[in-house]
């Protein structure tokens, strides 16, 4: 088999496996490379449940997760399987904030409600905020599936002919004129263009971009908690109870809770970013990780929780840039070397329509969606300050 290809593609996560299916629905001869197995839980990709929102406080974001959302509901019809639940995401926050983001969603044309507080109690007995708070209702946010949506691209792509080498480790990358060339730990190989879509690894793989962006890996503690009372386990299904984001600017407290779904016995409530590591470190147990913040909002606003400590706790890995934006642009040493990464813990509901932006790029096409804020640019012109 000829070991020449007109992409190749770094990375099995969500953004590489939407990448490699788009690079064949091109029709691009494709392959793609994964260190591990694929479905592994060393990475970012992993788990049973993401937010999904279509409110953003920046609109490029906005026609990237509409095509998201228009790619999952062609596969939910071809497959015919549920790959998201529309619970809608509440965005509770102090009244600044939400008033920020309900100007920005009204400039985009978006729907979604306001109200306060204590309307919050009332449509969801789950919580209790007062007026202190304000909240913004994203009829279009809800739980993704996550493991559906990688088995998804990962078998739609191969179905497609394209071809995944698992267990084989990225060594380095090599230019002479238009031919790229991949060295493994197993092999070499030829290509036209390559993107690498490697999270975390990004700070092994080319410390020059991780430095320029100040790009910082985390660990993030994902915990999970049981109601006090299993009469009250009802109340947090997918039915009855939203998404929610929480970010108050007064304490900088920033959060996320979903409804039952990775433990059929517990919500997920965790904080939103977690401690910073480098590659090569030590696992860390995820339970050292600091648990106050969450015990004490759960206390105060989800009162029919328990938050002694929680029931379950599993660990993912961030890549978060200094300005906590994706980063999507050409390698500044090589000609045809893409960049993917940066997704900060929230790239999971747009690397569908990222993943088809890419793939076009490496066809040498167009992005069907404007790219420039993720560009490396903006880490060298100023507009992006040094931490």
């Known amino acids: 088999m000829s070991k020449h290809f007109d992409?190749?593609?770094?990375?099995?996560?969500?953004l590489g496996s939407s990448t490699a299916y788009h690079c064949r629905k091109l029709g691009l001869k494709t392959l793609q490379l994964e260190q591990y197995n694929l479905g592994h839980w060393h990475g970012s990709s992993h788990g049973m449940s993401r937010i999904t929102r279509l409110v953003h406080v920046d609109a490029p974001y906005v026609p990237v997760?509409?095509?998201?959302?228009?790619?999952?509901a062609e596969f939910?019809?071809?497959r015919g399987e549920k790959l998201w639940g529309n619970t809608g995401l509440?965005?509770?926050?102090?009244?600044?904030?939400?008033d920020h983001i309900s100007t920005t969603a009204k400039k985009s044309g978006l729907e979604h409600e306001v109200f306060?507080?204590?309307?919050?109690?009332q449509r969801y007995p789950q919580m209790t905020y007062d007026n202190t708070w304000k909240a913004l209702y994203d009829p279009m946010g809800g739980m993704i599936y996550p493991e559906k949506w990688l088995r998804t691209y990962q078998e739609e792509y191969r179905a497609?002919?394209?071809?995944?080498?698992?267990?084989?480790?990225?060594?380095?990358?090599?230019e002479d004129g238009e031919i790229t060339t991949i060295r493994t730990n197993k092999d070499t190989y030829t290509c036209r263009r390559t993107i690498l879509c490697v999270g975390t690894w990004l700070q092994t793989v080319f410390p020059d971009i991780a430095n320029l962006t100040q790009l910082q890996p985390q660990r993030v503690c994902v915990a999970y908690w049981k109601p006090k009372d299993p009469k009250d386990l009802p109340l947090f299904s997918q039915e009855k109870m939203p998404v929610v984001i929480i970010e108050d600017r007064r304490t900088g407290e920033e959060a996320f809770a979903l409804p039952t779904r990775d433990y059929p016995d517990a919500i997920k409530y965790c904080k939103y970013f977690g401690d910073a590591f480098n590659i090569g470190d030590a696992e860390k147990d995820p339970e050292s990780v600091n648990l106050e913040e969450p015990r004490k909002h759960l206390s105060q606003h989800f009162p029919q929780i328990d938050a002694t400590e929680p029931a379950h706790v599993d660990k993912c890995k961030y890549t978060v840039s200094a300005d906590h934006h994706y980063i999507f642009d050409w390698h500044p040493k090589f000609n045809n070397v893409l960049v993917g990464?940066?997704?900060?813990?929230?790239?999971?509901?747009?690397?569908?329509?990222?993943?088809?932006?890419?793939a076009h790029l490496l066809a040498g096409q167009e992005s069907p969606f404007d790219l420039s804020m993720f560009s490396l640019k903006r880490f060298t012109d100023g507009s992006v300050k040094k931490h």
Do not use: M
């Open 7 to 14: 992409a190749i593609v770094v990375g099995a996560g969500i």
């Open 341 to 358: 990464s940066g997704c900060c813990g929230s790239g999971f509901k747009v690397s569908p329509g990222f993943g088809r932006a890419l």
């Open 65 to 72: 997760v509409q095509d998201s959302y228009k790619q999952i």
């Open 90 to 98: 509440v965005w509770v926050a102090d009244p600044d904030t939400i």
């Open 116 to 121: 306060g507080g204590e309307e919050i109690n």
């Open 76 to 78: 939910e019809k071809k």
């Open 160 to 174: 497609l002919g394209g071809i995944v080498h698992e267990d084989e480790t990225f060594i380095e990358v090599t």
